[in-house]
């Protein structure tokens, strides 16, 4: 464990762990009243504690740790990949790996539909996956829409899961990584914020491969150049 | 000092082996050695809770299965849940429940399954460091790791992580589990002979015991996801 | 149809899989003997990321009345919750009943344990070989899985002894006697393709498999078919498949 001293103004605090250090959960980051706890972490006494598996992030006062893993927890306005798994009369069960099903309801979609003359399943059926945006989530209530215009059903293309924590690399800044790895293969992806991406294209298998890496690499510096490297090495567009 | 059937020290434990991540399929894992016993846990959620019956409301409920596999026993034990099993399932979740935030994703479930396979004293404990190792491997947030050790007393002297032939002799077996950090004790149980005062050196020897496996287990989460 | 099922079985009808595989292809598999102290026998078995380990224990019984010198074989498989979110707790499913009655067959028609030499007192006493396989991680393709686990366990075990009434597990001396290694191929159909070690995706794709076990002399031993229906033409280039497969598995074996 590395300890370092910080100077503030008023007085001495104690870092008894550094930004970007992993941590454990209950690893003490820092004994200080001077800094505030933020995403996953919690205060004990004067000690802020990492609640979570993860590394540290230092921003400002404001501690927190950037989790290494985890289900997906949704968020309103997500976009997710979800799976139907059941159709109701009012609307769809669907599945998005995340601690509960979500339902889509009839309003939830752009087409008007008389429910007396066209069954729902015509619509959706079990089994399709659609790209679909978080409208509710409050309790166990997690609601989705298809309004939105990015909203589809797939056709065809694959499903490729990773772990949804892992999702910001594989966007990258200002969607820089996911915007290579289009670039780079020619295909279409669409990155559902539960992990489940979708990809389309000549070079699909490349895609996922750029993808897993991304997701195994998270953690690392140069990621970026990596990701390059492997997409030029492997027959991609220069 | 007594010399113990392997030749260890009376505060020494058997050799310690602790993987995290061990199985593809599930949220979180770990595969713990304490000498030739063997456990290996896996976490699975926080997830919808079937039947929705055993939901609670405003928090999400931890389900722990202990299960001792037919081959790990000298003499072969049957596959299912049996009385002994059903009580170290609920001792196990009440071990490792004060460590958890359950408040956060009501109605759902962490579902926590521990197969021993390979069983020479020390099962629960064993099963409850792998445990422990899971669950901060499957990111569920949590105040503190939970490591678990027995100590107890032969003859005069105190000894921690009995096996073999030494929990025949002894004249108590205390399993415990502790929160380092916060210096909790999650798991108690004894079984035996042994006076008040007596109690306290076991108890002390098995929590500074849990500090060294505590180390252990970072080292595994660290060596999983920092390569 | 799901479009993951779709896009699995549209490479497939073109030969290929989503891991890159040809049809015939196995993953890597990794055998580790000896894995559990106390068991007679043990092995530790991966393809890829299915994982399995088979405990063989022994004990002394009674023998089964129509074959009273002759040693008992029990074969038990749990699909333990820890393998799978899909698995649950309680009673055996009949995925796993199956798993274990196809192992079964697979060593007990092969006659791969001399069980006649387990015979302690004709009519009385018998040894019993449990053997139980454990699913630790599942993707796919089991029961070939835990028939290579099992197979090697066997091939591994040595006997506890049985002196004055008592099994002495600490004084093991002899080898089990076991003679042949039958091994087990399933054999997956996928849009009208065949493959071996198939992954769970695949399993979900899949129109139909068939598992053959095949005994060192080339003769099959068991069958087990699965899913939809298959022609005359068909099964028979299953079962090619699955004796060129068996030959190179068979080897794996030591």
Redesign the interface.
């Known amino acids: 464990m590395t300890e370092n001293v910080l100077k503030t103004d008023n007085s001495q605090t104690k870092m008894l762990k550094n930004d970007k250090d992993?941590v454990?959960?209950?690893?003490?980051i820092v004994k200080s009243m001077e800094y505030l706890p933020g995403r996953?972490c919690?205060r004990?006494g004067d000690s802020l504690?990492s609640?979570?598996?993860?590394l540290v992030n230092i921003n400002n006062r404001v501690i927190s740790v950037i989790?290494?893993?985890?289900?997906y927890?949704p968020k309103v306005g997500d976009m997710v990949i979800g799976?139907v798994k059941d159709v109701q009369s009012n609307g769809w069960i669907i599945n998005m790996h995340a601690?509960?099903?979500a339902f889509l309801p009839l309003s939830g979609i752009k087409e008007f539909v008389d429910t007396s003359k066209t069954s729902l399943s015509k619509i959706f059926g079990v089994?399709?996956?659609l790209y679909a945006k978080i409208s509710g989530a409050s309790?166990?209530s997690l609601q989705v829409s298809m309004q939105d215009n990015m909203c589809r059903k797939?056709?065809?293309?694959?499903?490729v899961k990773i772990i949804s924590?892992k999702v910001p690399r594989v966007i990258g800044k200002q969607g820089s990584m996911i915007n290579l790895i289009k670039d780079k293969t020619g295909c279409r992806i669409n990155v559902g914020q539960n992990g489940f991406i979708w990809i389309e294209g000549e070079k699909e298998?490349l895609a996922k491969n750029a993808i897993k890496l991304v997701e195994q690499e998270s953690?690392t510096d140069g990621l970026t150049d990596k990701i390059s490297a492997l997409l030029e090495n492997k027959g991609g567009k220069k | 000092m007594v010399k113990r059937e392997d030749g260890r020290k009376p505060d020494e434990m058997r050799p310690i082996e602790i993987k995290a991540g061990v199985i593809k399929n599930a949220?979180?894992s770990a595969m713990v050695k304490f000498g030739k016993t063997i456990a290996i846990a896996a976490v699975y959620?926080?997830?919808?809770m079937h039947p929705r019956r055993m939901q609670e409301p405003d928090r999400t409920v931890l389900r722990c299965r202990y299960s001792m596999v037919p081959f790990s026993t000298t003499d072969r034990c049957r596959p299912g849940p049996s009385r002994r099993s059903t009580e170290i399932s609920k001792v196990t979740r009440e071990a490792l429940e004060p460590?958890l935030?359950l408040d956060e994703?009501?109605?759902?479930v962490i579902d926590v399954f521990i197969d021993v396979i390979a069983a020479d004293a020390g099962t629960r404990t064993t099963g409850i460091n792998a445990a422990s190792v899971a669950l901060?491997?499957?990111?569920?947030?949590?105040?503190?790791?939970v490591a678990s050790v027995a100590a107890g007393k032969i003859g005069k002297e105190v000894m921690v992580d009995l096996a073999g032939k030494e929990e025949e002799e002894t004249s108590c077996d205390v399993p415990i589990a502790y929160?380092?950090?916060?210096k909790q004790v999650t798991l108690l149980q004894m079984d035996g002979d042994i006076p008040v005062k007596d109690f306290n050196d076991v108890l002390k020897m098995a929590t500074k015991s849990c500090e060294q496996i505590y180390k252990k287990?970072?080292e595994a989460?660290?060596e999983r996801?920092?390569k | 149809?799901?479009?993951?099922?779709?896009?699995i079985k549209d490479l497939a009808s073109k030969g290929n899989r989503?891991d890159?595989r040809k049809e015939k292809d196995y993953r890597e598999i990794i055998i580790e003997k000896d894995v559990i102290p106390k068991a007679e026998g043990s092995a530790r078995v991966k393809f890829g990321d299915s994982e399995v380990i088979v405990g063989v224990k022994m004990g002394v019984g009674a023998p089964f009345g129509d074959k009273p010198d002759s040693g008992v074989m029990m074969i038990g498989a749990e699909l333990s919750p820890i393998a799978s979110p899909d698995f649950e707790t309680g009673p055996p499913r009949e995925d796993s009943i199956e798993l274990a009655r196809v192992v079964d067959r697979g060593i007990r028609e092969s006659k791969m344990i001399d069980l006649e030499k387990l015979c302690i007192e004709k009519g009385e006493k018998v040894w019993m070989v449990f053997i139980d396989i454990q699913i630790i991680n599942h993707d796919g393709n089991l029961i070939d899985v835990a028939a290579l686990a099992a197979v090697t366990a066997l091939h591994n075990s040595k006997m506890p002894t049985y002196e004055k009434d008592v099994v002495n597990y600490e004084k093991k001396t002899k080898k089990l006697p076991v003679r042949f290694k039958p091994i087990t191929i399933t054999v997956a159909k996928i849009s009208g393709k065949f493959f071996v070690d198939t992954t769970l995706e695949e399993e979900n794709a899949m129109d139909s498999r068939v598992s053959v076990a095949i005994k060192d002399d080339g003769n099959i031993c068991a069958v087990q078919k699965g899913g939809d229906s298959l022609t005359e033409s068909e099964i028979h280039q299953i079962f090619d498949l699955a004796s060129e497969k068996a030959k190179e598995l068979r080897k794996l074996i030591n």
């Open positions: 992993f454990v959960p209950g690893d003490e996953n919690f004990e504690i609640k979570r598996l993860g989790p290494l893993s985890g289900v927890l799976e601690p509960y099903m089994g399709d996956f309790g166990d797939f056709r065809s293309g694959q499903i924590v298998e953690h | 949220d979180g959620g926080p997830r919808a460590a935030f994703i009501p109605k759902t901060a491997d499957a990111g569920i947030p949590m105040r503190d790791l929160m380092p950090r916060s287990q970072k989460l660290g996801w920092i | 149809m799901n479009i993951q099922e779709q896009f989503n890159g």
